[in-house]
């Protein structure tokens, strides 16, 4: 347990939470237009980019245990994870700009080209970046409500990002010349990437880290023990898997829908809007709703409007009105599965030192985006294979019949089966009302140990 147990200013908070606008500035043009990048523009088989995808989050869930560990083990004079902001947030822009550089050759060539620089990116540095501002707020108080306000004001930024980039992403591609054209992308990449450094510089002038591991894990097989162990790091873990499905489908899937279904890609900017300004607002009030509602109860709340949202959505008869008004009713479930998610699994901590004596922190934040990071490259991937059994076409300007009905029901029926998931989790989910005891306890054994 930590030794210090001093309140942060909101000041500190707000600049923790702004260090999510350079990650997701990264990673919202990774996730969401990278797929469709590979498919449209340099008229690779989605099946492919698929396979490439799924390949690749194998690694990239090794590379977060791995991070998570080396975050806990190593630090210097600054912590444990500023350093890691300090030396590795420019190579991550580097790499993310590598991605959509892909040279001319034959497809043999291309991909590989694409697995190299994907994970680079990804499996690497974005991992290693992420991973050391995910747990810096572990690093910065053991005061769960601090703590909890802290991820909350990170997810708050961090859907702020993507609502940004999802509406001006292609106007800026277009700008530098068009969306067929490999170097506008390459260079409206460039623009974002330099945005986003300054926010991650901020956290390193201004967040300070406090609190130490007592008894960190000897090794990587330790930290994932303890988190296999840790029934409620499951049911946190399930929250932020089907929150990050919601998440890829609003933000990629939701690319082809509106390209191909409804015809129109210039909704994109006002739908991912819809779907992640609610989000914005309620992380905004949701670290002082928390003096109200426990997490639990909010994410049930959530998850009730995301599936009412989606009945909506396959049921009415389609307009545009329909189309923003669902995504605004999901967008509000979202935002309080989304903005729960870290501040849930930050909860899972106590309970896991009470139940196995180990206090594992970046490890278990480690181990949960393993597997959201594997169930979207998951959803990826499978979003590939469908596009490549319906005989999507990037070369087309308009898909045939049964193509665009698969990505109709592909869109509608995915976040369906998420919403009654989430939900059914969320309702079994009552770490938070247990904490108190735990560390009490853990408080008492140490105590008597030190007797």
Not at 316 to 323: C, D, G, S, W, Y
Request: glycine share 8%; aromatic share 12%.
């Amino acid at each position: 347990m930590a030794t210090e147990m001093k309140k942060i200013s909101l000041f500190e908070k707000l600049i923790y939470g702004s260090g999510d606008v350079g990650l997701n500035a990264m990673y919202t043009l990774f996730s969401s237009y990278v797929l469709m990048f590979y498919t449209d523009v340099l008229m690779i088989n989605a099946a492919l980019i698929g396979t490439v995808i799924m390949i690749s989050k194998i690694f990239d869930g090794i590379s977060d245990l791995i991070a998570g560990q080396l975050i806990d083990k190593h630090k210097n004079k600054y912590g444990h994870c500023i350093p890691v902001l300090m030396k590795w947030a420019i190579p991550m822009v580097l790499s993310v700009i590598l991605v959509f550089t892909v040279p001319d050759g034959s497809v043999g060539l291309r991909v590989a080209y694409i697995f190299i620089t994907y994970n680079l990116f990804n499996t690497i540095l974005y991992t290693y970046v992420g991973m050391a501002h995910g747990s810096l707020a572990s690093y910065v108080t053991n005061d769960s409500k601090d703590r909890s306000q802290m991820l909350i004001f990170k997810m708050m930024f961090a859907a702020a990002t993507q609502t940004i980039m999802a509406s001006v992403m292609i106007p800026m591609v277009e700008y530098f010349g068009g969306q067929q054209m490999q170097s506008a992308w390459i260079k409206a990449i460039m623009v974002f990437g330099v945005i986003g450094l300054i926010p991650i510089a901020l956290n390193v002038f201004f967040v300070k880290e406090r609190v130490e591991n007592d008894a960190p894990a000897e090794n990587i097989l330790i930290g994932v023990k303890c988190a296999v162990v840790n029934k409620y790091w499951w049911m946190a873990f399930i929250v932020n898997l089907m929150a990050n499905f919601i998440l890829t489908f609003n933000l990629s899937v939701s690319l082809y829908y509106l390209k191909d279904v409804v015809g129109n890609i210039a909704l994109m900017g006002t739908f991912v809007a819809c779907s992640n300004l609610p989000g914005v607002i309620i992380s905004a009030v949701a670290p002082f709703l928390l003096n109200k509602f426990t997490k639990q109860q909010m994410v049930i709340f959530g998850a009730g409007c995301m599936l009412a949202a989606q009945i909506a959505f396959i049921f009415m008869p389609f307009t545009t009105t329909m189309l923003f008004i669902t995504a605004l009713l999901r967008g509000i479930g979202m935002g309080f599965a989304m903005g729960m998610a870290g501040a849930l699994i930050g909860d899972t901590i106590d309970y896991g030192e009470w139940k196995t004596g180990v206090r594992v922190q970046s490890v278990l934040f480690s181990a949960a985006s393993v597997g959201a990071k594997v169930g979207q490259g998951a959803l990826t991937a499978a979003f590939g294979f469908v596009l490549s059994a319906i005989a999507y076409d990037g070369s087309l300007a308009v898909q045939t019949a049964g193509t665009i009905s698969g990505i109709d029901a592909f869109f509608k029926y995915g976040p369906l089966v998420v919403a009654i998931i989430l939900l059914i989790d969320i309702l079994m989910l009552d770490v938070e009302k247990k904490n108190p005891q735990f560390i009490r306890e853990i408080t008492e054994r140490k105590a008597g140990k030190n007797a």
